[in-house]
């Protein structure tokens, strides 16, 4: 059967095996012969704001409060979804294809059990539609992520909410901040508060896994994070907006009105300065530095560091989605080094850059031009420099906010990677340019921490059947060649498997355990002091117990209970040796 036979026979079924064999004209000519066409969707307008609740979830919920709290404050009616359960998988398998990642199970499965909460409290269907909308992110690739967006409109189809409208935040044209929905605009006092709103959801996020297994009250941490995430919410939903005309002087004021460019710019200036450094954002982490103080901590505890990396959504969820892992790990003696949002952003930036460097050899003038035509190869770099130039200024700008609020905070949290040396690292066993999933990052971060003695064991967490990630876990074996010092373990979830996954990770989580603690003996003898001596010693300074205090993390060790013995035992020997010199008659 030709081409033409076959165009025909997946129109009309059974009944195009009798069409003879048909040309080009005449498949052109036949009216039943139709394309698709992507089925339009009802627009959020803006004068829908005051009245539809935009739907999203899928982050920790010290993310979703922040970003909550940042939407509210631009007039949006924003709230996030509980956090999906098992039940919710089940419910997005019942309703959706098969064969579809675990996070696209979990997402549209707890958006229909919400729905259905709506409706059993008397909301009509059509109510439901014209009340709420979900925000979401989406992508085109290489993966069943650029298939979440028509995932979830067939599976919400399914499940009796034909019609819900579902607004995609992509992940290649989000770093433009243009969402295409008239009812959702990205203005600069949204755009920088979602960023101080990932910025703190990121760095709070860490803090809470970095203090919680050293913390000596149980409960303490959470405790102060909630006031902390209280409190951050509160400054971002109430902040003051910045307006030029009514912080100028009158003089002033009156003529910036009469020049739109001039007075917009100007504007635009002043908000992003106030968002970033205004005194209210100041005030609010001053005061959050304050409540993490009176968390007392015991840093001679001795717990493997355990970095998870892997898939975007299965590395951050906490919850059914990955088995719980984060308080499972901790739960079995482990502390947690989690991954940013801030990491992905980067990344995704770092990524455009090196796209627009690639395409700079290719847009370039032709071989046969010659050197001396100027314009050309000029016109050529200032198209390669209006792509450049804002993604360089981002990067930098994101990575200072991250880093300030880093400091704010006590320096508890680390500081964001360097995107250059991660895809460095990963280069040799991951092509930087292959798209799809975080791309080379699980390969890099594993080089990263490892090579740099930042943990113990590195896991991985990804959706069942994830081809990204199981392209990443192919090269980790040439990885771990490289590195036999290393612990990696990679681990699929799904809506079951639970019971295979714990044991997994607690085979690889004695091997980590054996790491840590062989390595702290070995810096206890260094240090030169008896334990009880820094337990003792430590006792006697409360500073020491402080979270916020700064200890120096050596080269070569992972450990937090190591890097502090090495410490204790260095600041115990320099108080006692000027006594040494003075019973030796030295001076």
């Not at 007039?75 to 509980?82: I, T, V």
């Not at 016109?379 to 130039?389: A, G, I, P, R, V």
């Not at 896991?459 to 990696?488: T, Y």
């Amino acid at each position: 059967m030709n081409r033409e036979t076959t165009v025909g026979a997946e129109e009309e079924g059974p009944e195009a095996d009798v069409v003879p064999h048909l040309s080009t004209e005449d498949v052109s000519r036949r009216s039943w012969i139709r394309h698709f066409r992507r089925p339009t969707e009802r627009p959020f307008t803006a004068q829908e704001r005051d009245h539809v609740t935009i739907l999203f979830g899928g982050l920790t919920w010290k993310h979703e409060k922040l970003i909550q709290a940042a939407f509210q404050g631009c007039g949006y009616r924003f709230q996030p979804l509980a956090n999906p359960t098992l039940s919710s998988y089940h419910l997005g398998r019942r309703f959706g294809n098969p064969g579809q990642c675990n996070p696209t199970y979990f997402t549209v499965g707890n958006l229909i059990q919400y729905l259905r909460e709506l409706e059993s409290q008397g909301l009509s269907k059509q109510e439901i539609l014209d009340r709420y909308v979900f925000f979401t992110a989406g992508s085109c690739g290489p993966c069943r992520f650029g298939m979440y967006e028509s995932e979830y409109r067939m599976a919400l189809e399914s499940a009796g909410f034909g019609g819900f409208r579902v607004l995609l935040f992509s992940q290649n044209d989000g770093i433009k901040a243009q969402s295409g929905e008239p009812g959702l605009k990205f203005s600069v006092d949204l755009g920088m508060g979602t960023m101080n709103a990932l910025n703190l959801g990121d760095v709070t996020n860490e803090i809470a896994y970095q203090l919680r297994p050293y913390e000596m009250v149980s409960g303490s941490t959470d405790r102060a994070l909630d006031r902390i995430v209280e409190k951050l919410s509160e400054f971002l939903r109430t902040r003051p907006v910045f307006e030029i005309l009514e912080r100028s002087p009158r003089w002033l004021a009156s003529r910036l009105a009469q020049n739109k460019k001039l007075k917009d710019v100007l504007n635009t200036l002043g908000k992003v300065r106030e968002h970033l450094y205004g005194k209210p954002y100041s005030e609010a982490l001053r005061f959050c530095r304050e409540i993490l103080g009176a968390v007392e901590v015991d840093r001679l505890r001795v717990k493997p560091t355990v970095k998870v990396i892997g898939e975007f959504w299965a590395q951050l969820t906490e919850g059914d989605g990955n088995f719980n892992m984060f308080s499972f790990l901790e739960s079995e003696g482990a502390h947690v080094v989690v991954d940013s949002i801030g990491n992905w952003v980067m990344y995704l930036m770092h990524q455009a850059k090196a796209n627009a460097r690639e395409k700079r050899s290719l847009d370039a003038p032709h071989s046969h031009t010659v050197w001396w035509e100027i314009q050309k190869h000029l016109l050529n770099e200032l198209s390669f420099q209006k792509k450049w130039t804002p993604l360089t200024l981002g990067e930098r700008i994101w990575a200072r906010q991250y880093r300030r609020v880093v400091e704010s905070l006590g320096n508890v949290a680390w500081l964001l990677p360097s995107q250059s040396e991660l895809a460095r690292l990963a280069h040799p066993f991951y092509h930087t340019l292959a798209r799809g999933g975080e791309g080379h990052l699980e390969v890099g971060k594993n080089v990263y921490y490892t090579l740099h003695h930042l943990c113990h064991m590195v896991l991985a967490l990804k959706p069942f059947g994830c081809m990204p990630s199981s392209q990443s876990d192919g090269v980790q074996s040439a990885v771990v060649n490289r590195f036999p010092e290393m612990i990696f373990l990679p681990i699929e979830t799904a809506g079951e498997g639970e019971i295979n996954a714990y044991s997994r990770v607690q085979m690889a989580l004695t091997e980590a355990k054996i790491k840590a603690r062989t390595e702290f003996e070995q810096c206890l003898l260094k240090g030169g002091e008896h334990l009880e001596d820094i337990r003792a010693y430590v006792a006697d300074h409360p500073e020491l117990r402080n979270p916020l205090y700064h200890v120096p993390r050596q080269p070569d060790v992972a450990g937090v209970a190591a890097n502090f013995v090495l410490h204790v035992a260095q600041r115990m020997q320099r108080r006692a040796r000027p006594f040494a010199f003075a019973r030796s008659g030295k001076r």
